[in-house]
């Protein structure tokens, strides 16, 4: 899969820290695939603990993370993203679907059927 064009929402200018923030980015393929991704860097995890007064990072669909938030770091990610025909930039996104992509009860019959053996890994 190869990246057509990324699409900033909000200017990279825009940034107060490159270093400690996050940013929404659509990605188009030339495959014409659409995504919408979110990219943070580390310390805006622990900025973000500080601020709520917890230790960990609540369950959410994940994020693509580069240590600074810059669009030639970005694009690299993001490109990593696109290897292997794009598997982790489609599974990163129908994740982020929750119910659309699967609904509970389809998760849980596939994990008690691995738990079975009962489909094919």
């Not at 699409?7 to 188009?28: C, G, Q, R, W």
């Not at 009860?105 to 009962?118: P, R, V």
């Amino acid at each position: 899969m190869k990246i057509r064009k990324i699409i900033y929402p909000t200017s990279l200018d825009e940034v107060v820290d490159v270093l400690n923030d996050n940013i929404d980015v659509f990605v188009e393929t030339e495959e014409g695939m659409h995504f919408t991704m979110t990219v943070c860097t580390p310390l805006f995890y622990l900025s973000y603990m500080e601020k709520e007064g917890i230790d960990y990072i609540p369950a959410s669909p994940p994020d693509i993370i580069v240590k600074e938030l810059t669009h030639d770091n970005i694009l690299r990610a993001i490109e990593s993203f696109c290897e292997e025909e794009g598997y982790w930039m489609k599974a990163y996104f129908l994740l982020g679907m929750t119910d659309e992509f699967y609904s509970k009860e389809d998760m849980d019959k596939m994990i008690y059927l691995l738990n079975q053996n009962a489909l094919p890994i």
